[in-house]
């Protein structure tokens, strides 16, 4: 509701300054798009603001968007899909749909926001005519009417056509040239042409009548009408082209003309008129190709305002084209030369007089030091080096006097401290000492402080209190000084003495009946005015004590509590009854910055200065100590028009009942409290631009798969090595958007992240993201630090490498499970083949042992039938000796012989076998006939091969042959 409130005060609250400064040109404060640098330097035809928040900017050069930070530039590019149709932008609608309609000067063209592109609406390749778009409006039935050169049309949204809202060929909307249009529901659509005003019945696509007062008036229905509203009281406005504006109200039954009229200042400034704003129910604002018009239907005139090159804040062309008031109630004005003029109803906030040129009404020295007011308002004001400036609000008149006019160290005409002494006398505390002036011979005259006969230069005057008759001044470095009725000059410092001030650096004094407290820069002093000594000091550090000892001002407020401001950690209360000190900080949403000044409005709410902010702390309840839930403290800064770079000290007071004034390094800043409207804090943020890997990225591009535009998007996904992201937002809030400070997260799912501040940067750069799902949080804040609830989030998903991808860890467990079987199976094998080894070895160890304990049989079986082999082979060598030779019987015996010395090698070659096996087998060769010896053998088968018929014979082929052999082992080898 105060957004709201704002401007139906707003007038109000211009008419609560006075008339005097009204009527400087700088009571509307406007800021400037820089189109020089931004934007391309053409004409501004239209401006709206879209349901996303972003400003849009149709110019003869192409169609821009705003987010506060950066421009979107959109023109035609015959060679590239997707692009405008026109540069030359005429009209801007977004439906109830959310779509953006944009009209050009060769056709109509359908914003896609997904795409960040744009789809061209039949248009056929013929100039001007039907493709010449001046105007777009939807109905209550959302259906979308076109205004062209070529008449009237209704937009066929399925099948995107443009089609003729008659059958009839010679109907007097396919033929004529469309300036405006807008639907009514009574009277349906309203059309604006070249030849006059018509009326269409959207039922049957025929032309309607008007109401009978309307064809009362020719001027009326002549003229080429740019531009229709209705107010939420049913009143219609049509500005024309050459007429002026035209006021029709249904329920007065009236039409009233308003034109322009030279002699009246009082009138519209042009009968040229381009756009119609309604702001309130008390204000409208007109866009003229003289400058802006303001309708206060109370007093029934227009204020006018135009470009002055002498001041900054003015409007930067005369040319209005188009208005526009956005969601936060801020008005957009777009000019023909001038580019874009933006205005908040916080700039009504304050009231800035400044350094200015005679003969203008203001300063001839932007710094402001020290404040008097006249009982008739009027200003007396003390400037860093210009003097002495006396303000005539009534009657708009400004007037400067310098003490020194040939002060080349610009130190006599530096006023620290006014006091108004008398009606006619007013004490100036300078940098070199102190001056009373005479407001009637306008003259100065000097009054000295240190001795006449001193050679250093007076001290500084840092304070004046008026106490009756007396005077007491605080001074920089030369402690506190007292001048009675008669003049004379009473010094007190602190010398170290009981009872002397604390520090010869003062700050400010504060007078009461029997006492004066004197603020230091080392304490707070009680000062006993009859006994001139300092009854207590309040300098030191601990619970219930001053916050901090520099002190730099004091102030009474209506319940005669004292304050006390510190050079920083906050404002102290001085509770008399107790002696303790009770401080409001920045833990309560105050700020622990240098204290400048104080003062009070009628409400007996307190008005701080600190640096370059204002607070406001209403007090809802007295308790001690203070409690944050006990105080309301608001803030207000440049984004509150307050257009301050250093309050100056002790500088502020009561101007009247409903104005305060502060001094400050840019002038006088004059506000009524009651009127102030503070800034909310109620956008949301959009993210405007994704860059990655150093790229911006767009709809469609096939290397990142970004299938929306970045503002339309709430998830990414992301390639693996496309971690580096950088990620550009806006909150959308045009009031001031360098102040705009934000905050952001990055979570995972395992991993919670706190909010990291970046301040006023808008901007964040994500790098080296591992593989995973995040969740970014971005928050907006205002410079109270009250964080927006609504957050911006957005999904990021890090895509892995193929070699980290699910099926690549299918792949990887498929390969873990079939080698683990292959290597299961291997294992199994092996340890059955060495279960088959060790059994085979086993066995053959076995039949090793069994082969052993044969042969261990054998060699004794040997070693037993030898013994009776021996035996038999004695007697048959006696019976061959007593037998005759060549007897049957010798023949016998040697085969009986021979074969038992067989036998009886064959026993021997056992246990040779024996050897052998053991490795101990020896041969013992020496030359022998084989012939011989192999007839031996033979002889010793011949007998049992004539037994058994066999024919068996010994065939040689030689005699003799001699050979080196072993008896016993060749006869193995032949047997």
Known sequence: MIKICAFKHFLFLLLCIPCSILAQENNLYFEHINYDVNLSQSSISSIHQSKKGFIWIGTATGLIRYDGYNYLHFVRNKNSIGTISNNHINAILEDNSGNLWIGTNNGLNLFDKEKNNFINIDIPPIKGGRNYISSIIEDDHKNIWIGTFGGVKKLDKKNKLLKDVSSDSNSVFKKSRVLSLFYDKRYGVLAGTSKGLLCLDIKRGIKRSFPKIWYSNDSFLKSKIIKIIKEDNGDLWFATETNGVFLFSEKRNTLTNYLHNSKNKNSISSNWVNDILAINEKTVWFATKNGLCIYRKDKNDFVNYKHNPLISSSLSDDDIKCLWKDRSNSVWLGTVGGGVNFFHNTNTNFTHISETTKPNFGLNNSIVNAVVKEADGSLWVGTYGGGLNYLDFKNSKSYSYLIDNYDEEKTVNLITSLVSQDPVNLLCGTFSGLYKFNKVSKSFLQIPLSDPNSKTRERAITAICKDGEDIWIGTDGNGLKKINKEGVIKSYSADGKPNSISDNFITDIENRKETLWIATQFGLNSFDKRTGKVVEVYNTYGKNSLSNVSLTVLFTDSKKRLWIGTDYDGLNYFDQKSGKFYVINKAMGFTDETIKSITEDVQGNLWVTANDLLFRIKIKQFSLPFKASNLEITKFSSKDGLKVKQFSNNSGLRLNRDQLVFGSSKGLIIFNPQKVIKTQNESEIVLTKLIVNNREILPGDKDFPLKKNISETSEITLKYGQAYIGIEFSALNFVNTQNNNYSYKLERS??????????????????????????????????????????????????????????????????????????????????????????????????????????????????????????????????????????????????????????????????????????????????????????????????????????????????????????????????
Not at 941 to 950: C, L, P, Q, S
Request: hydrophobic letters at 40%.
């Open 750 to 975: 395992f991993s919670k992240d706190g909010w990291h501040d970046i301040g006023t940067q808008h901007n964040i750069s994500l790098m080296d993201l591992q593989p995973g799902t995040y969740n970014l949080s971005i928050k907006t804040s205002n410079e109270e630090g009250l964080w927006n609830p609504s957050i911006k989030s957005l999904k990021i998903i890090v895509l892995p490498p193929w070699w980290r991808t699910w099926w690549a860890y299918l792949i990887y467990l498929a390969f873990f499970i079939l080698s683990s079987m292959l290597l299961y199976r291997f294992v199994r094998n092996r340890e059955i083949l060495k279960r088959a080894l060790f059994l085979e070895q086993a066995e053959k160890e076995r039949q090793q042992e069994l082969y052993r304990m044969k042969l261990d049989f054998f060699t004794n079986v040997s070693h037993e039938i030898r013994t009776p082999l021996t035996l038999i082979s004695g007697p048959v060598e006696e019976l061959l000796n007593t037998v005759e030779k060549n007897s049957p019987q010798e023949n016998k015996l040697k085969i009986i012989k021979n074969n038992s010395d067989r036998l009886l090698k064959l026993v021997n070659e056992l246990m040779d076998f024996r050897k052998a096996e053991k490795g101990s087998m020896k041969i013992y060769c020496e030359q022998q006939d084989i012939v011989p010896f192999c007839f031996d053998i033979y002889e010793s088968f011949r007998g049992i091969a004539v037994e058994k018929n066999i024919d068996y014979k010994f065939v040689l082929n030689i005699n003799s042959i001699l050979v080196y052999f072993d008896k016993n082992q060749m006869e193995k080898v032949i047997l």
